[in-house]
T-cell receptor, first 112, second 113 residues
Framework: SQQGEEDPQALSIQEGENATMNCSYK?????LQWYRQNSGRGLVHLIL?????REKHSGRLRVTLDTSKKSSSLLITASRAADTASYFC????????????FGKGTKLTVNP | GAGVSQSPSNKVTEKGKDVELRCDPI?????LYWYRQSLGQGLEFLIY????????KSGLPSDRFSAERTGGSVSTLTIQRTQQEDSAVYLC???????????FGSGTRLTVV
């Protein structure tokens, strides 16, 4: 079953603009992770934020987590054409389940 | 190895045939996961191996699907009597610790004709 739901399903922006993607989930979590997927093949891990963290940065990426609202956002600043990909959030549910549960993803297109 | 290796990268098979998909995880990663992704969809969990513990098979869609992990390293996912609905990209991932960041392989694109 899907735990995370990304919003929007698709996003198209111009190079240099910021891109914001949101993820909502249903159950308590240990951590939440964001992944990028190019061309429908392997996913690349971007960032992990723990349930006791509220914000995390990595280069042009900024992730926030609001456990009271069960939501997270991924912000990509100063986007580039190479950022074009699908972005997935994944949650590590609390309570012993150690497998990540992925959402359906946001397809981001950055136009040059 | 340096990354997670999956083979074959593409597989076309006839309906009713059996297929084996292979995953070679990162050396030292104790956790290994299989997911599948249908066109334009999210990832569907299939099975999870952690060390010497019994695998979590809760995501396997039918008894035609099975997987094993030999020696705590290489894993094989077997699909018997393949059906057209089995067509998908099968992704393997490993992680150093359960619940931590995954490293994914490039996947096996399975097409059942």
């Amino acid at each position: 079953s899907q735990q995370g739901e990304e919003d929007p399903q698709a996003l198209s922006i111009q190079e240099g603009e910021n891109a914001t993607m949101n993820c909502s989930y249903k159950t308590s979590i240990n951590n939440l992770q964001w992944y990028r997927q190019n061309s429908g093949r392997g996913l690349v891990h971007l960032i992990l934020i723990r349930s006791n963290e509220r914000e995390k940065h990595s280069g042009r990426l900024r992730v926030t987590l609001d456990t009271s609202k069960k939501s997270s956002s991924l912000l990509i600043t100063a986007s580039r054409a190479a950022d074009t990909a699908s972005y997935f959030c994944a949650t590590a549910p609390q309570g012993g389940s150690e497998k990540l549960v992925f959402g359906k993803g946001t397809k981001l297109t950055v136009n040059p | 190895g340096a990354g997670v290796s999956q083979s074959p990268s593409n597989k076309v098979t006839e309906k009713g045939k059996d297929v084996e998909l292979r995953c070679d995880p990162i050396s030292g990663h104790t956790a290994l996961y299989w997911y599948r992704q249908s066109l334009g969809q999210g990832l569907e969990f299939l099975i999870y191996f952690q060390g010497n513990s019994a695998p979590d098979k809760s995501g396997l869609p039918s008894d035609r699907f099975s997987a094993e992990r030999t020696g705590g390293s290489v894993s094989t996912l077997t699909i018997q009597r393949t059906q057209q609905e089995d067509s998908a990209v099968y992704l393997c991932a490993s992680s150093l610790l359960p619940g931590g960041g995954y490293t994914f392989g490039s996947g096996t694109r399975l097409t059942v004709v």
